[in-house]
């Protein structure tokens, strides 16, 4: 399984707005001689719902579908938005115990998580340990304790190198270990210079342990190096009982910037930091990709490009739950169109809300095969969890022939959110959508955007595929979608293969646009709510698709 192949999240609970008559919670105890037909956790629907209603059975309540899909989806949703599973004692009660290696949070202690060493565990982890002497076998605490924690930042111990002797670390550990084990972690401010191979030399309590090499992590077991460890870098030293190991900050033949490289297969590669808030990056149409670094709005520190900035900075994080990366777009005027991605977390493009129709993407070619480029998109987002588009115009402005069609965005197996965005035709184009959403891939919309088609000719507007889905906007929000001056040689709306699209809390305002409003083919959904596709003509549904106005 690939990360573009991540199902789309539930934003809420199924049912979650249905009315108290709609919905009702699954009992644990059967109903069976109780209410016919009503469902319960130990049988699930009684066997009276299975039974013709012409020979005496009943039918299931929809109120029992809604409540077991929506508590379901409700802890479906929990786990997608990173809520951890706290320790329990009544659940853990009814169970008879926590399983051998579950996983749970500490009811007590943010940031503290117990991991069980034994099936059928009904001990509370929480307990002081001096009531519960056996507590240590029963459940494996992280971070352990003897590493050092606050419960939200983990605290590395300190230790100064005193060595005038170059090639020699020496730490005096005093009291920050009983005695060196396997495991322990500590951070060390090399004091001078090397010549060579570099030796830890330890002192604890006074008392000199025999020198060990050092090793850096990723590094093929080979001995640190002259320039692997510099004068006034701090290191990250860990030991495995046998030698202390190392995640360098300069490295003796890797690549010389700010990023972190361990070994694979013999090469330097990136080590991705964990990114936890959002960080900032700015792109100009003036900047460099070759000297910006995307730390400030000028032309010096800026990138010129998206995907040079991506291209930069994309692999350095990993992402979290709280993470985002905002590629801010510092002045008005063209920019060079870009593909985006993956990434585990948030990534944003912004401009101006107040003036998106000034930050302007363009399209971009990618290839060229016989007689044609290979694709060509002003954005693409690929494998990345959730992509808001702030402000921004996606312009089409390649006219030619491409192998994958030319896009004013696409939306492979990523959620995608415009916002107060334009999307602009100055080029008709026989293969053209203005909106690709394929391989499972998911949008949603906020606000007013904008679709100005200035005349041009386009296969069509939306073009939703391969289990995408396109559900219209967010609650509590409301989107409305402006088409104008575009012709459709396909439709407006073009969905196939197990997807749709739905106009919840969507609107649409269409002004001179001409052709069918919709084809719908091959397992397709798509629903109106009383609006209409852009168009001006009825649109086509296969017999096994399904339209509602």
């Not at 009943?58 to 409540?67: H, K, L, R, S, T």
């Not at 320790?87 to 009811?107: E, H, L, N």
């Not at 696409?410 to 690709?436: D, K, M, Q, W």
């Not at 196939?496 to 001409?514: C, K, L, M, P």
Request: glycine share 12%; aromatic share 12%; with cysteine.
């Amino acid at each position: 399984m690939r990360l573009s192949e991540a199902p789309p999240k539930f934003f809420i609970p199924f049912a979650q707005r249905a009315g108290h008559d709609f919905i009702r919670a699954i009992p644990q105890l059967s109903q069976i001689g109780l209410e016919d037909g009503a469902a319960s956790f130990s049988d699930g629907f009684p066997p009276l719902t299975f039974i013709p209603l012409h020979m005496g059975g009943v039918a299931p309540f929809g109120q029992d579908f809604n409540g077991i899909f929506n508590q379901i989806t409700a802890w479906l949703r929990q786990y997608q938005a990173g809520w951890p599973i706290y320790y329990d004692q009544a659940f853990c009660d009814s169970i008879q115990g926590y399983p051998k290696g579950a996983f749970v949070q500490s009811s007590t202690e943010v940031g503290i998580f117990w991991i069980s060493l034994i099936d059928d565990n009904t001990q509370d982890p929480n307990v002081d340990p001096a009531l519960c002497l056996d507590l240590a076998e029963k459940w494996f605490r992280f971070p352990d304790p003897h590493v050092g924690g606050n419960g939200a930042n983990i605290e590395i111990p300190y230790a100064v190198d005193t060595s005038t002797v170059p090639n020699i670390i020496n730490v005096d550990f005093g009291t920050l270990f009983d005695c060196p084990k396997a495991g322990d972690v500590v951070a060390v401010k090399k004091n001078n210079t090397n010549t060579g191979p570099i030796t830890l030399q330890i002192t604890h309590l006074g008392v000199s342990l025999p020198p060990a090499k050092l090793v850096p992590v990723g590094g093929g077991g080979a001995d640190a190096k002259i320039r692997d460890i510099k004068k006034g870098d701090v290191n990250i030293f860990v030991y495995d009982g046998e030698k202390w190991w190392f995640v360098p900050v300069g490295l003796s033949d890797a690549p010389w910037d700010d990023t972190t490289y361990g070994r694979c297969d013999g090469e330097w590669v990136p080590v991705p930091m964990v990114l936890k808030g959002a960080i900032d990056f700015w792109v100009r149409w003036d900047g460099n990709d070759v000297t910006g670094d995307g730390t400030a709005n000028t032309p010096e520190k800026a990138f010129r490009t998206i995907e040079g900035c991506w291209t930069a900075v994309g692999f350095r994080y990993a992402g979290s739950p709280s993470a985002a990366i905002n590629i801010r777009l510092g002045i008005p005027g063209d920019y060079e169109g870009a593909n985006i991605g993956p990434f585990g977390s948030t990534v944003q493009i912004i401009g101006d809300v107040n003036a998106a129709q000034s930050y302007r993407i363009l399209t971009k070619t990618y290839g060229f095969t016989g007689d044609r480029v290979d694709m060509a998109w002003s954005v693409r987002i690929a494998g990345i969890n959730i992509c808001n588009l702030i402000g921004i115009n996606m312009v089409m402005t390649y006219p030619g022939l491409s192998w994958n069609g030319t896009q004013c965005l696409r939306v492979p197996g990523s959620t995608c959110v415009p916002i107060s965005c334009y999307f602009t035709l100055e080029a008709s184009n026989s293969e053209g959508h203005v909106i690709v959403i394929e391989e499972r891939g998911y949008m949603m919309s906020i606000n007013a955007n904008v679709v100005e088609g200035n005349g041009n000719t386009i296969t069509s507007g939306y073009f939703v595929g391969q289990g995408s889905q396109f559900p219209g906007c967010p609650a509590p929000n409301t989107a409305t979608w402006y088409w104008s001056n575009i012709v459709f040689t396909a439709a407006g709306y073009c969905v196939a293969d197990n997807s749709y699209i739905d106009h919840i809390q969507t609107n649409t305002v269409i002004n001179n646009v001409v052709g069918p409003r919709w084809i719908a083919d091959t397992f397709a959904v798509l629903r109106f709510r009383g609006n209409q596709g852009p168009g001006n003509q009825a649109g086509s549904t296969s017999p096994i698709a399904a339209v509602s106005m």
